[in-house]
């Protein structure tokens, strides 16, 4: 199994920044695992919001492209999202995510075969206008 915990979140105005951290731990993780952050506020679905495959490779929703940036430190088993010019509409718990698979695979996991996906408990993210 794998256990993620979160923290960095709290509230910031809007344009400021804010950088999330996730440790992972437990026997089954590695390094090649697909790691990410969902958010997800009250009444609306749960939404991807940015991964990192086991390449370094990326991929960012549409609407943080150019102001978030996932990053990790496989040698402190974390991973990070750095948030830069915050709007209030990215205000939401956000989850770290870790699926032992690339991310091509991992991220079809979220409607195909859910015994794959680790979650974090959030970490609460709330930007003032």
């Known amino acids: 199994q794998v256990q993620l915990m979160e923290s960095g979140g709290g509230s910031v105005q809007a344009g400021g920044s804010l950088r999330l951290s996730c440790l992972a731990s437990?026997?089954?993780?590695?390094?090649?695992?697909?790691m990410g952050w969902f958010r997800q506020v009250p009444g609306a679905k749960r939404e991807k919001v940015a991964f990192i495959d086991r390449d370094g490779s990326t991929i960012y929703e549409d609407s943080v492209k150019g102001r978030f940036t996932i990053s990790k430190d496989n040698a402190k088993n974390a991973l990070y999202l750095q948030m830069n010019s915050l709007k209030p509409e990215d205000s939401a718990m956000y989850y770290c995510?870790?699926?032992?698979?690339?991310?091509?695979?991992?991220?079809?996991?979220?409607?195909?075969?859910?015994?794959?996906?680790?979650w974090g408990q959030g970490t609460q993210v709330t930007v003032s206008s």
């Open positions: 437990g026997s089954t993780y590695n390094s090649r695992f697909c």
């Open positions: 995510w870790a699926d032992p698979f690339e991310c091509r695979i991992g991220l079809a996991h979220i409607n195909t075969s859910t015994a794959y996906n680790f």
